[in-house]
């Protein structure tokens, strides 16, 4: 009853009063993307979203657009300047996403979205992942963020879609709060993001275990 009535209605209320409420940080992000990033400030990029539709993910940037001799973007390292990783740290560069949930892109909680080449790349339960509306935080991101392996992200994931509850919501944001406070999980183990999802070989399994 609250995933298919009030999650909607919840959301959208929540993100209505949040951007009302944060205008004036947002204004300030987007004066000092402008200077630091040299430019537009916002990163809008196409992401799959519920039954895999695809919508325009907004948000800050948090790295420049500097480029080699040849025209190619430099690695990810070397764009992710100070105030990008200030961005990242605090979870700020995820605040336009307000808007995403606003329209009905998004929701507050649920599986991140990640770019569009992954959807050729899941296997038959990953894509399971995508059966409801993707989220600003998700119990993954509560839970390790780009810290724990992808197989398990996923697991994570389509675990979340099969038990979404209010209470559930309640402790995964709470969580995210924690998270973010304590500065965990931000990059993974061998990037400063998170490595590229390159499909998961047959017979490589998550390790993560069901919370009950």
Request: charged share 25%; aromatic share 10%; glycine share 8%.
């Amino acid at each position: 009853m609250y995933a298919k009535c009030f999650k909607r209605i919840i959301d959208f209320s929540l993100s209505l009063i949040a951007l009302i409420i944060l205008s004036p940080l947002l204004v300030v992000l987007m004066i000092l993307g402008t200077v630091f990033m040299r430019g537009n400030p916002f990163f809008i990029q196409k992401r799959p979203g519920k039954d895999e539709k695809i919508f325009n993910l907004i948000k800050f940037r948090s790295m420049d657009s500097r480029k080699d001799k040849n025209g190619n973007l430099l690695p990810d390292s070397v764009r992710l300047n100070k105030y990008g990783r200030i961005l990242r740290t605090l979870s700020l560069d995820e605040l336009p996403e307000l808007i995403n949930i606003l329209k009905g892109d998004m929701a507050i909680v649920g599986p991140r979205p990640l770019v569009v080449k992954y959807l050729s790349r899941y296997n038959e339960e990953q894509h399971h992942r995508h059966d409801v509306l993707p989220g600003l935080t998700g119990y993954a991101q509560a839970h390790g963020r780009n810290g724990v392996s992808w197989e398990d992200k996923f697991a994570m994931d389509v675990w979340y879609t099969k038990h979404i509850t209010f209470i559930g919501d309640i402790k995964i944001i709470l969580a995210t709060v924690m998270t973010v406070i304590k500065r965990e999980g931000i990059s993974s183990n061998t990037s400063v993001t998170m490595e590229e999802f390159m499909g998961t070989p047959e017979g490589v399994k998550s390790n993560w275990k069901v919370p009950y």
